[in-house]
């Protein structure tokens, strides 16, 4: 299976858009249901680590929480068009 976000290598791991050390919070358990907490993609080493790089985890979980809102954020796209590229 290949990572959700670059495609470019396999994926090694399932991330919870929503990290799992705020699923008790009391602000994500009003907004979101236990499915949407639950969702999540499967990404590779060098994505895993990029993101918790550039977003920290409440910013994920609050404004980067789907696919495309993640590859919205500004570095994480710089990075994915710059990993996607040095693949081909």
Do not use: V
Not at 37 to 64: D, F, V
């Amino acid at each position: 299976m290949l990572c959700d976000l670059c495609e470019s290598e396999d994926a090694y791991n399932f991330r919870h858009l929503i990290p799992r050390t705020l699923h008790s919070n009391k602000w994500f358990k009003k907004r979101f249901t236990r499915d949407e907490m639950a969702s999540g993609l499967g990404i590779c080493r060098p994505c895993h680590r990029t993101i918790h790089e550039l977003i920290p985890e409440k910013e994920l979980g609050r404004y980067h929480h789907t696919r495309e809102k993640l590859l919205a954020h500004p570095s994480i796209a710089r990075y994915i068009a710059w990993k996607r590229k040095r693949a081909s």
